[in-house]
Structures are given as C-alpha cells and as structure tokens.
C-alpha cells in the first residue's frame, strides 16, 4: 500500500481517538528543515498532514489583508521593489468528535524583485498566506510544528520528538474524555427525567 492509499484507508476510519492519536504524536524529524538557524516544518507539509488529521474537506482557512506595502529598491544602479504583507489568517476545523474549532493568527511575506513589482506581491501574499496557517494550524498539537517552540527539544537535531506520543498519557486522556461524556450522558438523562415530570 502506497502513501497515498495509506492516507485514504485512514480518512474512512477517522475515529476521535485516532484523530487525538495522531495529534499527539511526536514530530517525525524528518518533517523538520532548518533555515539560518531555526527549525520549521515545510507548508505543503503542514496541509498534507492537516487532510491526513482531519480529513479532506474538513478544515478551511479565511484570510484578510491587513496591510500591504511596496517600496523602491536599488542594488548596483539595478531598481527592483519590495513588498511586505502583513495578512490575518484563520483556519476551521470540523473534529472527528463533530465540534467545531478555530484558531486566528497573522501570517506575513516578504519578497524582493528586480524584474516585475507584480511578483513580489505574489511571492509575497503566499509567504504570507502560508506563514499564516502554520500558525493557526500549530494550536493543534506536535504534528503541525508546536513542539519546535521548545528550545531544548532534541528533534532539532534530528532525534525523536521528546513533547512526542506517550501511550500513557494517551490512554490517561482517553479514559478524561471517556468520563466527561458518561458524566454529560448521565447529566442529560437525569434532566430529561425532571423535564419530563412537569418541573
């Protein structure tokens, strides 16, 4: 089974214990690029792994100019521009559980031309657009990147994820959540019944 199909027969059981699963595991190192210093993880990386979580068509984005800006360069009596954009993004996410989720953040590019002031807008709105997401998207857990905000974190380096998957807290949260629905179940019975008796 390819990558790919393996995705597909994941989407077609996407139970929320999964979902969490899969949320809380650790940051494969190999996802994890470096770049004058700092760790992050790719945006193509990022979406594929948010279809991978939440499903096709289950999570979107809104995106908002706040502002743009656009200035006249010159390098070796060579003019060019530069444009800055700065962009309010947030990202929608429908969980296996049925609820609702939402994270807001601002995302910002930046991109430098010496051949069209046109394509440093463009270049710089995806910076932006992208940027954006991977913040929102990291309110999600590991998967997304949250755990290179750990400075002392191994998977900076290559080694396993130590914010990563730990069986037992997995099955310390299951049996949380486990209890807060029987609680709410038994709750609502309990008032159907007050309801019920003309109260």
């Known amino acids: 089974m390819n990558k ?13 214990a999964i979902q969490t699963r899969k949320l809380v595991k650790g940051l494969d190192p190999s996802m994890v690029s470096k770049k004058q210093g700092f760790s992050y993880i790719e945006g193509c990386q990022a979406i594929a792994s948010a279809n991978e979580i939440f499903g096709f068509g289950k999570w979107s984005t809104f995106l908002e100019i706040i502002k743009v800006n656009t200035i006249s360069v010159d390098k070796a009596g060579k003019q060019g521009w530069k444009t800055g954009i700065v962009m309010k993004v947030r990202v929608d996410v429908c969980m ?17 031309s010496y051949k069209d002031e046109i394509e440093t807008y463009d270049s710089a709105y995806k910076e932006a657009k ?15 990147g949250n755990s290179l905000y750990f400075k002392g974190n191994p998977v900076h ?26 609680k709410k179940s038994a709750f609502e019975s309990r008032l159907d019944i007050i309801n019920n008796c003309g109260g």
Request: include cysteine; glycine fraction near 8%.
């Open 4 to 16: 790919q199909s393996e995705v597909i027969a994941a989407q077609l059981d996407l139970s929320p």
């Open 96 to 112: 296996a559980n049925k609820s609702y989720s939402s994270h807001e953040d601002v995302g910002l590019g930046f991109a430098t």
């Open 130 to 144: 992208t940027d954006g997401i991977k913040r929102c998207l990291r309110h999600y857990g590991n998967q997304f």
């Open 157 to 182: 380096d290559g080694n396993p994820d130590s914010e990563g998957w730990d069986e037992e807290r997995f099955m310390r949260l299951e049996k949380e959540l486990t209890e807060a629905s029987d």
